[in-house]
Nanobody, 121 residues
Framework: QVQLGESGGGLVQPGGSLRLSCAASGSIYTIYTMGWYRQAPGKQRELVSTITSLGNTNYADSVKGRFTISRDDAKNTVYLQMNSLKPEDTAVYYC???????????????WGKGTLVTVSS
């Protein structure tokens, strides 16, 4: 079984910063793409950023220049550094991983349970 555990959410003032972390654990052979999605109240889940095993990154236009994604493959962990936060960044942030399971070499998508980020004065 594979699990993703997020941490780092919380309340921050506009213009502030937060760093989200997500660690994958369990029977993992290799992780391909990792990333972050978010869902604001009353809205659909949307892509924030992804990073491949080669280090190629992708960002939503709304976060370009403010957010930075990175990963530590030795720790099976992905990070999201969020700077210059805006009230519209308020959402539950979900970690995502596309990986190969060690037990049966099945490739699967896995999601974390989410961490709440609130940007408010």
């Amino acid at each position: 079984q594979v699990q993703l555990g997020e941490s780092g959410g919380g309340l921050v003032q506009p213009g502030g910063s937060l760093r989200l972390s997500c660690a994958a654990s369990g029977s993992i052979y290799t992780i391909y793409t990792m990333g972050w999605y978010r869902q604001a109240p009353g809205k659909q889940r949307e892509l924030v950023s992804t990073i491949t095993s080669l280090g190629n990154t992708n960002y939503a236009d709304s976060v370009k220049g403010r957010f930075t994604i990175s990963r530590d493959d030795a720790k099976n962990t992905v990070y999201l550094q969020m700077n210059s936060l805006k009230p519209e960044d308020t959402a539950v942030y979900y970690c995502y991983a596309n990986l190969m399971r060690y037990s049966d070499f099945e490739v699967m998508d896995t999601w974390g349970k989410g961490t709440l980020v609130t940007v408010s004065s």
